[in-house]
């Protein structure tokens, strides 16, 4: 196991600490039942999360799939093929199915009115949007994790909130801000400048998936930087390496990792965008999603499915691509003393610490724009009507709350479900989260495939997930004369869960796989079940990004639509997003306000995460 | 109004549920769910319902879309409630699927019962898809409803008898009068003065979208209608998502020309907004009408009373109050409407639109066409 310390590639971790337990130390600890539990406790959670993901996504999204090649009681991959030899979906390659030759194919690429197909295309605007959410989420990675302000701690734990916010408040914010009459115009108008016409173009879904996801790459990023070891960088510098030198050689390889996760997992959202591309865009920005959800609205569920399929295809092939890297550049660390933070005010006036300042002061403006004014917008919407500032939308607020109807939703009701739903899928998404990053940090062949199987939540159809839950779950399946289907808070609670815990996986694997295996070694001889080793010493070692998985997986659960609304058993089970989408009307009003009541629960909920999970615990 | 068919996933109820162990949404009545469980006004059955101690009060259950009962600006679902249940001695329970009537195709595909007795809320565009799609009857004819001769005859949309049209809107062009003066045809539209000027819901995935669709292959025919949309893409027209995504941009002044509906002033009107910003014009002075129809399902458990409730939404004054509350036109020809109504909601000259039997075979083929030209990247 000793080369386990020194190894940085994939295959040397040595086998499962499990492995080595000796007889003698099984037998000591069998005698209490606490370590006879604890002992199985990591295959019992392990064999709950598989049972779980089968139950509550496998099957019900088979449900859907198996409509791609089983048509009308045949199997077929034709729709598969007609798809992909399809130009409108899969431009010029797609010639290549029809019998094209290669060299043609390559020259149609190369001419200027090539066809990207619609897979193409969502492909190209997916790596736009990735470009601008890593380059407006780094800034702001470097900003949290380096510098001391006032309020950093706070608008640390703020940054996800873009991520909980429905599509709809987001395209209302937009409009606000960029649009024509918008927040920016009128700004620029005040300098001469202008107007802009910025929305329904490409650049404006870009700059809105960045809104959306800029803020996943700044929160891991973040993560990744407070867990570098502060004495690794002041022994190069002991040994003559430059600050830049030393940021090349020692920080930058235990970011890059977490850059290229926040990257990826971009893609794979944007990858699948729906909403927003037809609100900022337009159709003639359609991406593969806005087909898969046109299809299965008219029913055409063949085609549909095959192209949800090939998007999770896609998705999940990026994914696994990542994975092989993220494996084969683990972060081995010992010990953490996080690197100091600097004053924002500068000790010393330097020209670099002044063009240092100046930098961040160009990003801040930048980021007040794209994060903060459409924000601002959406809570001035909130308090505006056609005769000026009303508090009109926040009384059909409470109206609707002391008079609604059963079969409407009530506010109160729909804060208090999502609280529900949010702290009781983190209980399970934590668990199951970290059990998953604990196996695919084993070592054994394929285990990137696994995890990549694992991540499939993330990358699975949104408008599938909803039809599968309905077929899989709610319908349920005929046992011997008796329907056995699940529905209600329970099974919202699971499906919240298996959203959100590929965040848990995804932020604490990297972390696990580079804890020194001595320090785990070292508590199993002292006789610590697997589990203890686990909670006593590796997961405090990896803290900063257990509480970042922890926040991901509430904001999805918070932010969770498609299998609320399916699986709720009526009205009173439903959330603040579907309750958002129920108060949409002639005007937005009421809409946007319930929006300024979910952004202040979730900044309440966030703060209150954050301050839980501590700055520094666990050392 | 806005048929919200856009962000919905799938459905929504079930009765089977796991709610009481955790705590949450409990037992008894919760509103849209757990319908024909024998359960009557227990629990928090909140005001608006009055459905009293309804001991053995049958009990109906209808489905629709969630905005007709659930929306701030257009709900007449609580009235028809009370109203139906004070006159009937009998329970309502509206229940809105989030995949609205997809929902219940999806029910008689996988063969699980439906627990529905009607629904309200479906078009000829509907009842095509569903039609098409299943095997078996979804829904059963209507048979004998009071006020059935009442429906004007032009809005009758199923050759079968199983939909009865409840009332209809008119799809139109709604135009900031204080910036633009909308052109009166369908050419018109294509004048460079007006480039960039319309925003339309998207045909593909909105019902408001389809219908404007629908009309330029009214106008222009099967063989014609791409052309057109070729030379309004040139002139940039913006498809956006949902009618809302469309209404919204338009409200927040992104383009002066909008496509939704003919009795926009009736909104203007009662949030006190300027009516000059809020015209109407049917292009070709035609408007493209979308008769929504309600319908018994097949093996409902209560069709008789299912009836009875097709027919009190017949009535005279239930038509008037219905139309009013979901800004919409009435289906029959004796509603009781306000006398004012008709100033602000506008009837086109000339309605029109495509029968059951043009749309069958076709409208999936247009769209699609549509599409691949629009998206074409």
């Known amino acids: ?619 | 109004m806005d048929r919200r068919r856009f962000l919905s996933a799938a459905g929504a109820t079930v009765a089977a549920s796991f709610a009481g162990c955790a705590g949450l949404g409990g037992s008894g009545e919760t509103s849209t769910g757990e319908p024909g469980t024998g359960e009557t006004g227990t629990g928090e059955t909140p005001t608006g319902t009055t459905t009293g101690d309804a001991g053995g009060d049958p009990t109906l259950v209808v489905g629709t879309y969630s905005s007709l009962v659930d929306s701030p600006s257009t709900s007449p679902g609580a009235w028809l409630k009370e109203r139906f249940e004070a006159e009937f001695d009998a329970r309502l329970v509206w229940q809105t699927p989030s995949n609205e009537l997809n929902h219940y195709v999806e029910r008689r595909t996988a063969g699980v019962d439906i627990e529905a007795d009607a629904y309200v809320g479906l078009n000829t565009d509907d009842l095509v898809r569903v039609d098409q799609n299943l095997d078996e009857p979804l829904f059963a004819e209507a048979g004998d409803v009071a006020g059935r001769d009442d429906v004007k005859p032009g809005l009758q949309f199923d050759p079968r008898g199983r939909a009865i049209p409840y009332d209809t809107g008119y799809i139109s062009l709604v135009f900031d009068g204080t910036s633009v003066t909308a052109p009166e045809t369908f050419d018109g539209l294509l004048n460079e003065e007006f480039a960039g000027d319309l925003i339309t819901p998207n045909p593909a995935g909105t019902a408001t979208g389809r219908a404007f669709l629908l009309h330029t292959i009214k106008q222009f025919g099967a063989d014609g209608y791409l052309d057109y949309w070729s030379d309004l893409q040139d002139n940039d027209v913006r498809v956006l998502g949902s009618w809302s995504d469309a209404y919204s941009a338009w409200s927040g002044g992104e383009a002066p020309m909008v496509v939704s509906y003919s009795t926009d002033q009736v909104y203007a009107d009662r949030n006190d907004a300027d009516l000059q910003k809020h015209r109407i014009r049917f292009l070709n002075d035609q408007g493209y009408a979308n008769p929504e129809g309600m319908a018994i399902f097949e093996g409902a458990s209560n069709p008789d009373l299912a009836r009875e409730f097709l027919g009190f939404v017949l009535r005279p004054e239930v038509q008037g109050e219905i139309a009013v509350r979901n800004v919409q036109f009435p289906a029959t020809t004796t509603a009781e409407l306000p006398g004012d109504y008709a100033e602000l909601a506008q009837e086109p000259p000339e309605p029109v639109t495509f029968t059951y039997d043009e749309l069958k075979g076709s409208v999936s083929g247009w769209v699609e066409d549509w599409e691949r030209q629009y998206a074409s990247n």
């Open chain 1, 1 to 619: 196991m000793a080369d386990a310390i020194e190894g940085g590639t994939e295959g040397d971790d040595g086998a499962p600490a499990d492995a080595t337990t000796s007889g003698d130390r099984e037998h000591r600890d069998s005698r209490s039942l606490r370590g006879r539990l604890e002992r199985r406790a990591l295959v019992a959670l392990a064999a709950a999360t598989v049972g779980l993901l089968l139950v509550v996504f496998y099957y019900p999204v088979a449900t859907v799939f198996v409509d791609s090649v089983l048509v009308e009681g045949r199997l077929t991959a034709r729709v598969f093929f007609d798809i992909l030899s399809d130009p409108f979906y899969f431009g010029e390659p797609a010639r290549l199915l029809a019998g094209d030759s290669l060299a043609s194919v390559v020259e149609g690429l190369l001419s200027p009115d090539r066809r990207l197909g619609i897979v193409g295309f969502t492909a190209y605007q997916a790596a736009l949007s990735t470009v601008a959410s890593v380059a407006l989420g780094l800034p702001a990675a470097y900003l949290l994790a380096r510098f001391e302000f006032p309020g950093r701690r706070t608008l640390r734990s703020l940054t996800i909130l873009p991520f909980v916010l429905p599509s709809i408040m987001v395209a209302v914010g937009f409009v606000a801000t960029f649009g024509q009459r918008g927040t920016l115009n009128a700004v620029l108008g005040a300098f001469g400048l202008g107007p802009v016409d910025l929305l329904f173009t490409l650049e404006a879904v870009v700059v809105a998936h960045a809104f959306y996801n800029a803020p996943l790459v700044a929160r891991v990023t973040t993560a990744a930087w407070e867990s570098v070891d502060a004495s690794a960088v002041e022994t190069a510098r002991s040994l003559g390496a430059s600050p830049l030198r030393a940021f090349r050689d020692v920080v930058a390889p235990q970011l890059v990792p977490s850059v290229l996760m926040g990257a990826a997992l971009t893609f794979v959202f944007t990858f699948s965008t729906f909403p927003i591309v037809l609100a900022l865009g337009g159709f003639q920005l359609a991406t593969v999603e806005v087909f898969v959800y046109r299809l299965i609205r008219d029913l055409e569920y063949a085609e549909a499915a095959a192209l949800a399929l090939i998007e999770l295809g896609i998705s999940l092939g990026l994914l696994y691509a990542y994975l092989r890297y993220e494996a084969r550049h683990t972060v081995r660390s010992r010990g953490i003393r996080p690197l100091p933070r600097r004053p924002l005010v500068p000790s010393s006036p330097s020209l670099r610490a002044l063009l240092l300042r100046v930098g961040l002061a160009g990003y801040a403006v930048v980021a007040l724009a794209v994060f903060v004014a459409p924000i601002a917008s959406m809570i001035l919407a909130s308090v505006s009507g056609p005769e000026g500032a009303t508090l009109a939308h926040y009384r059909f607020l409470v109206e609707r709350q002391t008079t609604g109807a059963s079969f409407q939703v009530r506010p109160w009701d729909a804060v208090r479900n999502s609280l529900l739903f949010g702290v009781a899928s983190l209980a399970v998404a934590l668990p199951m989260g970290v059990v998953v990053a604990v196996l695919t940090t084993r070592d054994y062949r394929g285990r990137k495939l696994v995890d990549a199987a694992a991540m499939a939540p993330l990358a699975v159809s949104g408008i599938v997930v909803g039809l599968g839950l309905l077929r899989g779950l709610v319908f349920g399946v005929e046992v011997g004369g008796t329907r056995l289907a699940v529905g209600g808070a329970v099974a919202i609670v699971a499906a919240h869960a298996v959203a959100g815990y590929p965040f848990v996986v995804r932020t604490v694997a990297p972390g696990l796989d580079g804890v020194d295996r001595t320090l785990v070694e070292s508590a199993r001889a002292l006789g610590a079940p697997r589990v203890r080793a686990l909670v006593d010493v590796e997961l405090p070692l990896v803290w900063p990004a257990v509480v970042a998985g922890a926040a991901f997986a509430f904001a999805i659960s918070i932010g969770e639509f498609s299998a609320t609304v399916v699986l709720a058993s009526g009205t009173s089970q439903f959330t603040m997003p579907v309750a958002i989408e129920r108060f949409i009307g002639r005007r937005l009003g009421p809409a946007t306000a319930m929006g300024v009541v979910l952004l202040v629960v979730t900044t309440v909920s966030f703060l209150l995460i954050d301050r839980l999970g501590g700055e520094d615990v666990g050392f």
